[in-house]
């Protein structure tokens, strides 16, 4: 999966669109309820990930949480987490290394862990 294609899949999942904060390359997606973010699609040296190509890598962060961080960095593409959280975030390949399957899987996880859930003890009447 492509950078394009992942912020495409997106839009028609989440009915969200990329927010560009800093410059035209690094993007962010954010619930519109909360406004927490739960993807940043961006480019980085393959360098900085510690892998030894030349270039920049186009990557997608989403939020994993610790418990399942073992389970998905074993796959092919899935990274530690480039510049955030790296317990409960990972860094993601969108240059074909990673499934696009897992990519859809791992987005959805990340957009399930930062939505709002209701607070204990609240009901509605």
């Not at 949480?65 to 959280?85: D, E, I, K, T, W």
């Not at 074909?96 to 939505?115: K, M, P, Q, V, W």
Request: glycine share 8%; aromatic share 10%; proline share 6%.
């Amino acid at each position: 999966m492509t950078k394009e294609e992942l912020i495409q899949w997106i839009g028609e999942r989440y009915s969200v669109e990329p927010e560009y904060p800093w410059d035209d390359e690094a993007c962010i997606f954010r619930h519109s309820g909360n406004r927490k973010w739960f993807a940043i699609a961006m480019q980085v040296p393959y360098a900085r990930l510690g892998l030894e190509r030349p270039g920049l890598a186009d990557v997608v962060n989403l939020k994993c949480g610790p418990l399942f961080m073992a389970s998905y960095r074993a796959q092919p593409g899935v990274l530690r987490c480039y510049h955030m959280n790296k317990e409960h975030w990972v860094t993601v390949l969108l240059d074909g290394t990673a499934e696009d399957g897992l990519i859809r899987e791992l987005t959805e996880l990340s957009y399930d862990l930062t939505n709002s859930r209701p607070r204990a003890g609240k009901r509605k009447e």
